[in-house]
C-alpha cells in the first residue's frame, strides 16, 4: 500500500497546493505533482525508506533528489535551494531521514517543495491524497 509508509516531507510547514495536471507553459505540458510552499532552506525529508537513485539538477526541476522505493516508486523532490551533498547515489534512507533544503531552483517561481511520485510501470501518480492524508 502505498499510502502506508509515506511520512511528511516539511516539518511544520503545510501549504499544501492542489496543482495535480494544472497547465503550465500555456497548456504545453501537465504539472505532474505537488507543490507544498515552505521557506528557502527548510529542511526537506524523505516521504519513505528507500535508495537515492538520482542526485543533480536540470532547467526544470532545478536541484532535484529521487528516492526510490523498495517496490520501485520513484519520489521526486524538486527545485531544492542547493545540491545534496551529503548523500550519494545508492545510499539508503529512512522515511523520515533528511535529503535536502526547500528552495526555488529550476523553473520555479517561489520557494516550495514540489514533489512527484512515478510507479515503477512510469505513470506518474497524484501525490496530493496521500500528502493531504499525513499532513500535520
Same mark, same amino acid.
Given at each position: 500500500?502505498?499510502?502506508?509508509?509515506?511520512?511528511?516531507?516539511?516539518?511544520?510547514?503545510?501549504?499544501?497546493?492542489?496543482?495535480?495536471?494544472?497547465?503550465?507553459?500555456?497548456?504545453?505540458?501537465?504539472?505532474?505533482?505537488?507543490?507544498?510552499?515552505?521557506?528557502?532552506?527548510?529542511?526537506?525529508? !524523505?516521504?519513505? %525508506?528507500?535508495?537515492?537513485?538520482? /542526485?543533480?539538477?536540470? #532547467? +526544470?526541476?532545478?536541484?532535484?533528489?529521487?528516492?526510490?522505493?523498495?517496490?520501485?516508486?520513484?519520489?521526486?523532490?524538486?527545485?531544492?535551494?542547493?545540491?545534496?551533498?551529503?548523500?550519494?547515489?545508492?545510499?539508503?534512507?529512512?522515511?523520515?531521514?533528511?535529503?535536502?533544503?526547500?528552495?526555488?531552483?529550476?523553473? !520555479?517561481?517561489? %520557494?516550495?517543495?514540489?514533489?512527484? /511520485?512515478?510507479?515503477? #510501470? +512510469?505513470?506518474?501518480?497524484?501525490?496530493?491524497?496521500?500528502?493531504?492524508?499525513?499532513?500535520?
Amino acid at each position: 500500500n502505498l499510502a502506508s509508509g509515506i511520512v511528511w516531507p516539511l516539518g511544520e510547514h503545510t501549504r499544501l497546493r492542489k496543482t495535480w495536471y494544472a497547465d503550465r507553459a500555456g497548456g504545453i505540458r501537465k504539472h505532474t505533482g505537488t507543490d507544498i510552499w515552505a521557506p528557502a532552506d527548510a529542511e526537506l525529508y !524523505s516521504c519513505t %525508506d528507500g535508495t537515492i537513485t538520482y /542526485i543533480g539538477y536540470s #532547467d +526544470g526541476t532545478g536541484y532535484a533528489v529521487i528516492v526510490t522505493d523498495e517496490y520501485g516508486y520513484e519520489f521526486h523532490y524538486y527545485h531544492m535551494i542547493r545540491q545534496t551533498d551529503f548523500l550519494q547515489v545508492g545510499h539508503t534512507v529512512k522515511a523520515g531521514a533528511l535529503i535536502g533544503h526547500v528552495g526555488n531552483t529550476g523553473n !520555479s517561481d517561489l %520557494d516550495h517543495l514540489h514533489l512527484t /511520485i512515478v510507479a515503477p #510501470d +512510469g505513470l506518474y501518480i497524484n501525490p496530493y491524497p496521500y500528502l493531504e492524508a499525513v499532513e500535520p
